[in-house]
């Protein structure tokens, strides 16, 4: 027996071709035929973008390979061999700690050879286009490019021009798909299902592009979403997408099974949104004593990077119901089973993405 086999029957991932599984739908897809019979399907584009106009199938097909990638993080050798001999690119143009280190972690634990980009450091800074970038890196033997860009719509731009994947690692104020599937990867985990459950997500949605993949994932999969912080950092655009919007946090955390804090973020702003930080957090920062009067078993997240007593204090940041640091680890695995899908098995002939949304908000 081959070790890939081997290593496929140890994590329970089956061996059908790159992006085709064969997979029993769990508890939130609920229809007869979920129920009664197993169901093929596969992740359809050869990007990973964002998650709007993503499937419920697609999604429960990322969340449950990630399932069997976790198994190996608990391994003595966290090493499996799918992706060995491809090559996957980090093409970075904003900083990043978890979604690149973990991306770069994921792919290594798959066996692929692992180049990670800068582009502070890199010829971008001589006036390199995206597009001839990405195009010296596939013709050095590139399988995927997983980029950060300051820019909405910068990966998907790539996407259209180039013939190997793109995954968005972060787009400007749009997207941030492999956050939101950590997000419900996590939420999963702990709350058994996603279905009916309501997600309180609170701050700065207008440039949160974490805020919009969860929005998608979460509606998607059956979840009610609040959006929560002042209406100068909620579009009212979003109601039309069935969120709820509150300004008054109190008011917001009644009944909620999962509050999503998110950082205000500074850097893409280009006028006061509020008066003061200190402002900020009296109104919209998660304490410990908004925290108390939460539903039990309430849990806390937080994509990072935190500002400790901005939008949440430390002791709740580092409470029995913060989830944040397993959100971190779980992007390894959810990482792990989007490069699975994307990238491994038979070369296959991709179809240029038809993507043309590239931003909600911008
Ligand atoms: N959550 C997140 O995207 O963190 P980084 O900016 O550190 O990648």
Known sequence: MSTFKKMMEKTALPLFSNKT??????????????????AKISWKSKDCLGLRGVSRDEIELVLNTARSMKEIHSRTVKKVPPLRGK?????????????????????????????????????????ETIIDTANNLRVMGTDVIIMRHNLAGAPHHLARNIDIPVINAGDGTNEHPTQALLDMFTIREHKGQLEGLTVAIVG???????????????LTMGAKVRFVGPPTLIPESVKDFGVEVYHNLDEALEGVDVINMLRIQRERMTKNFFPSSKEYSRIFGLNMERLKRCKPGVL???????????????????????????????????????LY????????THEKTTDSTPSLFE
């Open 21 to 38: 599984i064969l997979i029993s739908t769990g508890s939130d897809a609920m229809t007869e035929k979920s129920k009664t019979e197993k």
């Open 87 to 127: 090559v996957a690119v980090s093409l970075f143009y904003e900083p990043s700690t978890r979604t690149r280190t973990s991306f770069e972690l994921a792919a290594t634990r798959l066996s692929a050879d692992v180049i990670s980009i800068a582009a502070s450091t890199s010829s971008v800074v001589k006036g």
């Open 204 to 218: 700065d949605i207008i440039h949160g592009r974490v805020a919009h993949s969860d929005m998608w994932g979460l």
């Open 300 to 338: 806390v997240m937080h994509p990072g990077p935190i500002n400790r007593g901005v939008e949440i204090d430390s002791d709740v940041a580092d409470c029995k119901s913060s989830v944040i640091l397993e959100q971190v680890t779980n992007g390894i695995a959810v990482r792990m089973a989007l």
């Open 341 to 348: 899908l994307l990238v491994s098995g038979e070369k296959e």
